[in-house]
């Protein structure tokens, strides 16, 4: 049984922040802490922090804004974390809501009940609690009867989590598989410090793997997946039931999102780039046939330079659209907000490729062609 993309859906957070107000909050922040450390500061003992800059974070990374599901604490320079209730069990969890939304858009979109969906898999990079898993709380939430589970392979999770729904359809243990990635990366940033606090933004994308025979005929081939992965330190988050972060999310600094931007940068290219092109070589795919790359989304010089790769020369922003620009990293949803955005205008046959890369590390190539 062949496995196609039916249909994606999207939910964006209402609330957006520019670098400009990030940096004026993070300013303040810094300038609080060293009046605050003043002694020690002057002592030796403690460094003074220094001011971010929304010159650098564009220049840097290309990022000009973000979305966040709770803006008034992330900007408080006296909380410089996201606001957000804990609600009750007997409420849906936020993240379950997120998925929710971005998942009610693909289904309407690919016209499919929720009740004919055989199987959900969260696969997010951060979830709200262990157990019991997103997918079933969406699942439930969405009246579906079959199964679900979480799985989080980082900002690789959606490439990994389409790979996982096409395996269940090609092995006939599914007919229709509900991905949905939300996103929620306010929450493990740490807001106040200095080298990542630009880095990410809340979103929430689905996607609806099902077998081509039910597919609606506005559909999307899978014409292969790969997955890979490679450990590495390099990008962290220790947070977990055997330790304890601080609540305030401040001084406690590995609890959090940490990485070591430059290696990432320099290991993550290569990486990705061979893969591509050897996935393309075993698909038997000329660069010239790819009309886009829909990249994950976490640096836009990383995205020239890996396209530039594959395509063989500079890709344009239509061979390679950016979507960072407006909602920064947005982990596992990134390469699926880019498709979504950009893909209206593919016409039956023309060939592209969803790929995302991240922390473990993992990369996940996902080539599909427009049917019709
Ligand atoms: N404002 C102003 N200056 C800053 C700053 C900020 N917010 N953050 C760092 N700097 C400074 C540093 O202190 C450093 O100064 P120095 O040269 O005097 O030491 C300088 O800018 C360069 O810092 P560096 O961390 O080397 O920047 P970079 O060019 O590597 O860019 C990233 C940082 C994170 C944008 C970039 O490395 C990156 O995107 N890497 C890939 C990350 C990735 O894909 N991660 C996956 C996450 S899921």
Not at 319 to 329: G, I, K
Not at 347 to 354: A, E, K, M, S, V
Request: aromatic share 8%; net charge negative; hydrophobic share 40%.
């Amino acid at each position: 049984m062949n496995p196609v993309i039916s249909a994606t859906g999207l939910w964006t957070p209402p609330h957006s922040v520019t670098n400009a107000e990030l940096v004026e909050s993070f300013n303040a922040w810094a300038d609080k802490w060293n009046s605050e450390n003043k002694a020690e500061i002057e002592a030796g003992t403690l460094e003074a922090k220094t001011h971010s800059s929304v010159d650098f974070i564009e220049k840097a990374s290309g990022i000009k804004s973000r979305y966040v599901v709770e803006k008034t604490g992330v900007v408080d320079p006296d909380y410089m974390r996201p606001k957000i209730p804990e609600r009750p069990n007997e409420e849906l969890s936020i993240l379950a809501e997120i998925a929710v939304l971005a998942a009610n858009q693909a289904l309407e979109r690919a016209g499919r009940d929720a009740k004919d969906v055989d199987a959900v898999i969260c696969a997010a990079s951060n979830m709200q609690r262990a157990y019991p898993a997103m997918a079933i709380e969406v699942q439930e939430a969405l009246g579906i009867d079959g199964f679900a589970f979480d799985m989080n392979v980082a900002c690789s999770s959606a490439t990994f989590g389409i790979q996982t729904a096409a395996d269940y359809i090609r092995a006939g243990n599914a007919k229709s598989v509900l991905m949905v990635n939300p996103e929620i990366t306010s929450g493990h940033l740490n807001w106040t410090d200095r080298d990542s606090h630009f880095i990410f933004g809340d979103v929430a994308t689905a996607v609806l793997v099902e077998a081509e025979d039910i597919a609606p005929d506005d559909h999307w081939k899978i014409l292969g997946t790969q997955l890979k992965t490679r450990f590495s330190s390099n990008i962290r988050n220790n947070f977990g039931f055997l330790n304890r972060a601080d609540p305030s999310g401040i001084g406690t600094h590995d609890k959090l999102f940490v990485q070591e931007g430059r290696k990432v940068f320099k290991e993550v290219v290569p990486m990705v780039s061979e893969m591509i092109l050897s996935e393309m070589e075993r698909l038997k795919l000329k660069p010239e046939q790819m009309r886009r790359l829909w990249l994950h989304q976490a640096n836009a010089n990383m995205n020239r330079l890996i396209s530039s790769r594959v395509l063989g020369h500079e890709a344009s922003e239509n061979e390679s659209p950016t979507v960072l620009d407006e909602y920064a990293n947005t982990s596992s949803a990134g390469s699926i907000i880019a498709f979504h955005k950009h893909s209206e205008d593919f016409q039956p046959g023309d060939t592209g490729l969803i790929c995302s890369f991240g922390a473990g590390y993992s990369a996940g190539t996902v080539f599909v062609e427009r049917a019709g």
